[in-house]
């Protein structure tokens, strides 16, 4: 398909089921290279069912997920990590015992060699390689300011540095695409300024495609290059900003049908669509 | 939040607690095995050092529970938990007399009532006697939690110390000079001088030397690196030296039990690495030790003729890479079918199959080739030139190095970019798959190096027991390594060590108490669980964890609280 | 479709496959020759049958209780095993009891009575003090804590009952009234396998409807299913959770009132093979799921039972009855690894 040159990433049909609750329907999506590209919609619409599909979480029963051109739905966890995806999570999970150095040190493990007869002899390549991979991590601690707290150990951090942490675990690894799931959940504004231009600087200077899922609209808004939007598992609209803002059938799924008929919510409305 | 406010009746719930448990010890035999072994020579015996050990361990966590709140309630609370306590065993003495219970405890003899109740008689008198003494000794105790706290530990712990001279009389008067022997010891327990010399002089260092510890810690902490590390090479080699000539110090007997401590400790560490790192509760391990065993005895043994036929005999360090290599290869055989299950279910399949290798083990259908129920004997011993490892000082050598290549491993394992994916795997298995971490062959990894370490520890076993039978090889010793790791701190290195010393080397030093051993094992493992699940040395990360946690958020506890305690 | 293949699984499932398929194999390969050299008559293998269900009868009733601690709280109570051995011991003091006053001999059916109630008070109230004790404080912690103090309760009940009864065998007295066999045919039903029918049946009964029509059946379902739910729709599940250890216990007890009965002995390690069977019996029939557990209990019975003699033997392994307890735990094994939400699937209280 011609879409694969374009797009890092190409959900096809894909269906999710648990038992008798059907969390996704014949989804279609197609992430273009180096874009940012949201996923919205009422909770419970399947977003991070979704990203659990892509990163090998979740098997789905129909459809199939094409990362470069390459199947990769059913595929384990670990390789699809391998490939060059990596994501963040709703609910913080970092390794909440080690200090926020390990943490990083982890998410670099797919680039990384050291065996066990590397460990235990220390050969001179795998002590460069540690080496090196600490002055990346510090690098990337650098890059979200977390730098002078690499010692600490993760749980005694704030919430926000836990956040940014998290980011930094994922991009050492050096993705290609990188998934976050509401990333700016439970943030003050100059919190959620700080971070929206944090993945900005992420497309620019890094060159990562973004898949994000967001419930703060301004956000959404203000960042992304394409919207999709999900509701009950199925794709009900997908465009830029503006489209996705004046669509009805979005109205409809954060407010009920009286809004999306053009009752006059006004300023209601609009405050709605951007949070 | 302040705790609520300390009751009378608290006292009473504690010392008919504490009343349940004295019965209980003394039900269950401890009393009377220990009635021989002195503590101060033929005055104190360890049975008075149960019962009146209990009486005043709950008279104390009651004083002190009562200064928290209601200082002036600290002496009765000890008086009243300390005659509650005592009424069990008194009435406990009083009904042996009475009405025969052996039909259904077999220890409720009369002997146990003449070691419960003080003097000549056993009748009410003596219960009341006994009732008297309780509360004198929560009285003391009482007065004793008035006394300012850093004092008081000091002389508490002074007090366990005597007791623990007194029971480790076999270890100590080893190492000691002669002179201090004669002074301190007499033939069952320590003399009476001895015992309050040793008091006194336990408080002052605990006052003065041991309070000042954490300060020695952070002041070490604080020196350049350099220094630091020069420290810790000097430390090292010092332990070093002296592990080199410990068997000369410990003689035969001591370095007997040493030799177990150092086949345990080799299993520990080997433990540590599936639980402790990656978070893999195998209590199957006894299959490996097992299995190191027998390659090693199969191997080198002269009899098993169908075996001999095939394969040829072989020397111990011949026979000892086949062992490391079956180890190995079992651990990744046994691995793969089961590393894919969830926690809980991990830890009964890695039992089960524990026991399906014992089973194996003791069928007559595999005897031609392992023994059967009778073992296997003749199994070959280390040998270097003209000398033979044959007795137990010889051998610590060996197991020294076994001991020394763990630690080096696991040391370095841990602190790489293994370690830190089974820390991952430990953690948070979803997110560590989802950084690029195989689940399935890092566990394996993990599982087959505790393998192939315990094969290490088991053909020492075998080669040091010189024969073995299948009786050694139950699921008992997969929970002894197992506690020991709890006990030391899961995950940490010298963990392990304290845990061996504390779980193999007091049993085999306190003979009288390694028939309770397992029914204080299962106390421990309880307790710690509760109350202390890090262990008794945890890792340095934990105790960073913990002292980075007040740094952020003190927290008051009622202890400390006294100082500032309302007068009531 | 090699792609998908080798996309989705990897070594260690196919490692897994591997080895189910020589397990199935090798099973049918014996059973095949045992059968076709006839060296068991039919009467024989009745018998092996009813040994095996009076036996998987015992092990269904501990099993209730892993099955549903596990259901309510996620744990697996290594210590349940212990139970069933201390209510045993309480069996055996009573009966001996009993035996020497004449009352055995003359009231069998009382006594057995008796034997029951305190045998299942016994273990019920160990089970209800070790709950509260041990495991109450644990119950936010990760989940290898809870197992290892279980683990910790188990061997602290075990040496507990060594040190205060001994180390040695206690031989239950004879029942007369038990002994002996009644014929049916060719084949010999043992009282005392009837006596195990009997017993189990009616307490089986007797659960379900404490579990599906009453107050307290509805909350332990309830607490199963969510626990927080159920806190806010008002049960109180500190209360609920002890009663579930209580039932847990009674059964345990029960069990082994008449393992005394059957099999006559009481000693202090007597717990732990049979506890993990019936755990074994417990997940092979799902763990959660109480009629699962009775399914589970019957089948292991059988299974070991029949086992050595039908497979065991056509594979030309000498005393075969010797591995009786590896085929059991060669049985939890393989589901654990196949199939571990068992044969009815994981869950307590299904609507049967």
Redo the contacts between chains.
């Keep these: 398909m011609t879409q694969n040159h374009n797009h890092i990433l190409v959900a096809h049909k894909v269906s999710k089921r648990f038992g008798g609750l059907q969390a996704l329907t014949d989804l279609d999506i197609a992430v273009a290279f180096h874009a940012i590209h949201s996923v919205i919609g009422p909770n419970g619409a399947g977003k991070t069912t979704f990203f659990n599909c892509i990163t090998g979480f979740y098997?789905p029963e129909e459809g199939e997920i094409l990362f470069r051109g390459q199947?990769?739905q059913?595929?384990?966890p670990d390789?699809v990590a391998g490939l060059g995806i990596a994501r963040t999570y709703q609910n913080i999970r970092l390794f909440a015992n080690v200090t926020v150095l390990e943490n990083v040190l982890v998410g670099m493990h797919r680039r990384l060699h050291t065996g066990w007869f590397g460990a235990v002899l220390r050969t001179p390549a795998a002590r460069r390689e540690e080496r090196n991979a600490v002055k990346e991590a510090m690098e990337l601690l650098r890059f979200v300011e977390l730098a002078d707290k690499a010692d600490y150990i993760a749980k005694n951090l704030p919430y926000g540095e836990q956040r940014r942490l998290e980011i930094a675990r994922a991009l050492a690894g050096k993705p290609d695409l990188l998934l976050l799931d509401e990333p700016t959940a439970g943030m003050n504004p100059k919190e959620t300024e700080d971070t929206m231009a944090l993945i900005q600087r992420l497309r620019e200077d890094m060159g990562i495609t973004i898949l994000l899922i967001e419930h703060d609209m301004r956000v959404v808004m203000n960042i992304s290059d394409i919207i999709t939007v999900l509701d009950f598992g199925k794709k009900i609209a997908e465009g830029d900003p503006l489209a996705i803002r004046t669509n009805p059938q979005v109205i409809e799924a954060y407010l009920g049908r009286g809004a999306a008929a053009g009752r006059d919510y006004g300023a209601k409305t609009t405050a709605a669509v951007e949070g | 939040m302040k705790p609520r406010p300390f009751r009378l009746l608290d006292a009473i719930r504690w010392g008919v607690y504490g009343g349940i448990a004295v019965t209980?010890i003394a039900?269950?035999?401890?009393v009377h095995a220990f009635s021989k072994k002195g503590i101060v020579a033929d005055r104190i015996m360890m049975s008075h050092v149960l019962v009146f050990g209990l009486i005043v361990a709950v008279a104390y966590l009651t004083s002190t529970r009562a200064l928290a709140t209601k200082r002036r309630l600290a002496v009765p609370a000890g008086i009243v938990a300390g005659s509650i306590v005592a009424l069990f065993p008194a009435l406990l003495g009083l009904l042996i007399t009475q009405i025969n219970l052996r039909?259904?405890?077999?220890?409720a003899s009369p002997e146990l009532a003449d070691l419960l109740l003080p003097g000549e008689e056993n009748n009410i008198l003596s219960a009341l006697q006994l009732v008297l003494l309780g509360s004198a000794f929560g009285l003391a105790v009482g007065l004793l939690a008035l006394v300012p706290a850093r004092l008081r530990r000091s002389l508490v712990s002074a007090g366990v110390g005597v007791i623990l001279l007194g029971l480790l009389q076999a270890v100590f008067v080893v190492i000691i000079p002669d002179s201090w022997r004669q002074f301190l010891y007499k033939a069952n327990g320590l003399s009476p001088n001895g015992a309050i010399a040793l008091f006194i002089a336990l408080s002052i260092l605990d006052y003065g030397w041991l309070r000042g510890r954490p300060l020695t810690q952070q002041r070490i902490a604080q020196l350049p690196a350099r220094q630091r590390r020069a420290l810790r090479m000097v430390v090292t080699l010092v332990m070093l030296g002296l592990l080199a000539i410990l068997p000369q110090l410990l003689g035969p007997f001591l370095s007997e039990v040493a030799d177990t401590i150092g086949i345990y400790i080799i299993m520990g560490m080997g433990l540590n690495i599936v639980v402790g790192f990656a978070?893999l509760?195998d209590?199957g391990y006894v299959a490996f030790f097992a299995i190191g065993a027998y390659t090693m005895a199969v191997l080198t043994t002269p009899e098993l003729p169908v075996v001999r036929n095939v394969i040829p005999q072989l020397n111990f360090w011949e026979a000892l890479p086949f062992a490391l290599l079956i180890s190995f290869i079992s651990g990744v055989l046994l691995g793969?079918?089961?590393?894919?299950?969830?926690?809980?279910?991990l830890?009964?399949?890695t039992?089960?199959?524990g026991?399906?290798i014992r089973?194996?083990v003791?069928?007559?259908?595999l005897k031609p080739i392992l023994g059967g129920a009778q073992g296997i004997t003749g199994v070959a011993r280390p040998r270097i030139g003209e000398i033979t490892a044959v007795n137990p000082q010889q051998f610590f050598y060996p197991i020294l190095v076994g001991i020394l290549i763990a630690w080096f491993i696991t040391a370095r394992l841990k602190i790489s970019r293994l370690g830190r994916s089974w820390m991952a795997i430990r953690e948070d298995e979803d997110v560590a798959a989802a950084m690029g971490i195989n689940l399935?062959g890092y566990k394996l990894m993990a599982f087959a190096t505790g393998a192939t370490l315990a094969g290490l520890g088991g053909a020492l076993f075998g080669s040091k027991l010189g024969s073995m039978v299948p009786a050694s090889f139950n699921?008992l010793v997969s929970?002894n390594v197992?506690a020991l790791l709890?006990v030391g701190g899961m995950g940490s290195l010298p963990g392990v060590i304290v845990g061996a010393i504390a779980l193999i080397g007091l049993p085999e030093l306190l003979r009288e108490f390694s028939e309770?051993r397992?029914?204080v094992?299962?106390?421990?493992?309880?307790a710690m669980?509760?109350f202390k699940?890090e262990g008794l040395w945890p890792e340095a990360t934990r105790l960073r964890e913990l002292h980075e946690a007040e740094a952020f958020a003190p927290v008051e506890t009622a202890e400390e609280t006294e100082t500032a305690a309302v007068p009531a | 479709m090699l792609?998908?293949l080798r996309?989705?699984f990897?070594?260690?499932?196919i490692?897994?496959y591997a080895?189910g398929a020589v397990l199935v194999i090798s099973i049918i390969y014996g059973s095949y020759v045992t059968i076709t050299s006839e060296k068991y008559t039919s009467a024989q293998w009745v018998n092996f049958v009813l040994f095996g269900l009076a036996q998987g009868g015992i092990y269904a009733l501990i099993a209730l209780g892993y099955t549903m601690v596990y259901g309510i709280l996620g744990?697996?109570n290594f210590a349940h095993g212990d139970f069933f051995m201390m209510g045993s011991f309480a069996a055996f003091?009573v009966s001996?009891?009993l035996a020497q006053a004449g009352f055995l001999e003359t009231n069998p059916f009382l006594s057995v009575a008796l034997m029951m109630v305190v045998a299942m008070t016994v273990s019920a109230t160990i089970a209800v003090l070790a709950e509260r004790?041990?495991y109450r404080?644990?119950r936010r912690?990760p989940?290898?804590?809870?197992?290892?103090?279980a683990?910790?309760?188990?061997?602290?009940?075990?040496?507990?009952a060594?040190?205060?009864?001994?180390s040695g065998v206690k031989a239950f007295p004879n029942i007369p009234a038990f002994s002996g066999a009644w014929q049916i045919g060719a084949i010999a039903v043992q009282k005392t396998q009837v006596a195990v029918f009997v017993v189990t049946a009616f307490l089986l009964v007797f659960l379900y409807f404490l579990i599906q029509r009453t107050k307290v059946g509805r909350a332990i379902r309830s607490v199963a299913e969510d626990k927080d739910a159920a806190a806010l729709m008002g049960v109180d599940v500190d209360r609920t959770i002890a009663i579930t250890f209580l039932i847990g216990g009674t059964m345990a007890g029960a069990a082994g009132v008449m393992y005394g009965i059957v099999f006559r002995q009481a000693s202090f390690i007597m717990g732990?093979i049979p506890g993990?069977k019936a755990?074994t019996s417990a997940?092979l029939g799902g763990i959660g799921n109480i009629t699962g557990a009775v399914l589970g209990g019957l089948t292991l019975g059988i299974v070991e039972s029949v086992g050595p003699s039908l497979f065991l033997d056509g594979l030309g392994?000498?005393?075969p009855h010797?591995?009786k307890?590896?085929i059991a735990?060669?049985v939890?094994?393989l589901i654990?690894?196949f199939r571990?939400t068992g044969i009815l699937g994981e869950r307590l209280a299904k609507r049967a």
């Design positions: 098997k199947p990769i059913g595929m384990p390789r | 209980l039900l269950i035999g401890m039909a259904v405890f077999l220890n978070g509760l209590l793969i079918p089961v590393l894919k299950t969830r926690g809980d279910y830890a009964i399949i039992l089960g199959f026991e399906i089973l194996l003791l069928s007559d259908a399935v699921v929970i197992l709890i309770f397992w029914w094992y299962g106390i421990v493992l309880v669980m509760i699940p | 792609a998908r996309r989705e990897d070594i260690a499932d490692a897994l080895i744990m697996i003091f001996a009891a004790i041990a404080p644990l912690a989940r290898l804590v809870p197992l290892i103090t683990i910790g309760v188990s061997y602290f009940l075990q040496y507990t060594r040190g205060l009864f001994g732990f993990l755990f997940v392994i000498p005393a010797q591995l307890d590896a735990f060669t939890l094994v654990l690894i571990p």
